[in-house]
T-cell receptor
Framework: GAGVSQTPSNKVTEKGKYVELRCDPI?????LYWYRQSLGQGPEFLIY????????DSGLPNDRFFAVRPEGSVSTLKIQRTERGDSAVYLC?????????????FGPGTRLTVL | GDSVTQMEGPVTLSEEAFLTINCTYT??????LFWYVQYPGEGLQLLLK?????DKGSNKGFEATYRKETTSFHLEKGSVQVSDSAVYFC????????????FGTGTRLTVIP
């Protein structure tokens, strides 16, 4: 079946602009996660949804970052007033439910470059 | 807080050599432990996992044992192949209700023929 998909695959923007990154999880997966991976580092957690609600947003670096999942499926990560330090690969993952030992399935990522 | 410390890379091995990538963790609860792999040009995928102490995860000839006494989850393979060349990430979920993965920095493995 279809895996996790993310669009766009690449996004180049200018400092100060607004961007939206989209994630389509595996059908039926109720848990959805966003991570950010900088060059040479492991992914870092941003936010986790169980259904439509953000169950844990403790990883969001500041209030420029916001994410939604209005119907419990597709999620959008929104970044306002982008800064050069936001440049990274943004990864989305989904899992069957909230249980901590469940496998998370990752999408291919969106590479964001802020000029 | 919860964290994972992973052996620095890069690691270069000849085909059929023995592989060990060290991973130790710090966690306040009863974590589940994972190894994820990222092959060139592909996304992260689960390689193996262990959810409680003394469990051994295994897949594709790779193994790792959850050692609570040494807080370790070292990845091993007896005979690596060129196709194993990838970046390997050790990770945990805390088991305290939070479900996000904490990742190590990754170890790049290159296997030469």
């Amino acid at each position: 079946g279809a895996g996790v998909s993310q669009t766009p695959s690449n996004k180049v923007t200018e400092k100060g602009k607004y961007v939206e990154l989209r994630c389509d999880p595996i059908s039926g997966h109720t848990a959805l996660y966003w991570y950010r991976q900088s060059l040479g580092q492991g992914p870092e957690f941003l936010i986790y949804f169980q259904g439509t609600g953000a169950a844990d947003d403790s990883g969001l670096p500041n209030d420029r970052f916001f994410a939604v999942r209005p119907e419990g499926s597709v999620s959008t990560l929104k970044i306002q007033r982008t800064e050069r330090g936001d440049s990274a690969v943004y990864l989305c993952a989904s899992s069957q439910n909230y249980l901590h030992y469940n496998e998370q399935f990752f999408g291919p990522g969106t590479r964001l470059t802020v000029l | 807080g919860d964290s994972v410390t992973q052996m620095e890379g890069p690691v270069t091995l000849s085909e059929e050599a023995f592989l060990t990538i060290n991973c130790t963790y710090t966690a306040t609860g009863y974590p589940s432990l994972f190894w994820y792999v990222q092959y060139p040009g592909e996304g992260l995928q689960l390689l193996l996992k262990a959810t409680k102490a003394d469990d051994k995860g295994s897949n594709k000839g790779f193994e790792a044992t959850y050692r609570k006494e040494t807080t370790s989850f070292h990845l091993e393979k007896g005979s690596v192949q060129v196709s194993d060349s990838a970046v390997y990430f050790c990770a945990l979920t805390s088991g305290t209700g939070a479900n996000n993965l904490f990742f190590g920095t990754g170890t790049r493995l290159t296997v030469i023929p």
